[in-house]
């Protein structure tokens, strides 16, 4: 049996847990407070996922750059594979929350959209 110390990520309260595997099954979460904590353990040691963050260059807006995210995780295997693929792109003002800016990113089938509002000057 394998066992997995893990620094749960998904409330304020960062639980030490400890996942037991056998033959890459988890077989139990221990250490979590609440059930959250069991389900990001489970999805971390077996399936790993991301939101990314961002920015991108902005044309003629108020700010030089706007920040953006991917809208769902995305697999952590695919991160630099983003990052690559944001980093190039400038966008016109104005921008608005929510926009589309990168279109199934790295062929995830997600999108990365702006965080901020961008006017246009």
Known sequence: M??????????????????????????????NTCPRGDVYARNE???PTRVVTSIVKVDGGNLAACSVKTKEVIPKGKIFDILDQIKPVVVKAPV??????VPDVAGTGVDVIATKNIVAV
């Open 45 to 47: 040691v077996t399936n």
């Open 2 to 31: 394998e066992k997995r110390q893990l620094t749960c990520i998904n409330c304020p309260l960062g639980c030490q847990v400890t996942v037991t595997l056998e033959n890459g099954e988890v077989k139990e979460v221990t250490g």
């Open 96 to 101: 608005h929350i929510g926009d589309v800016i």
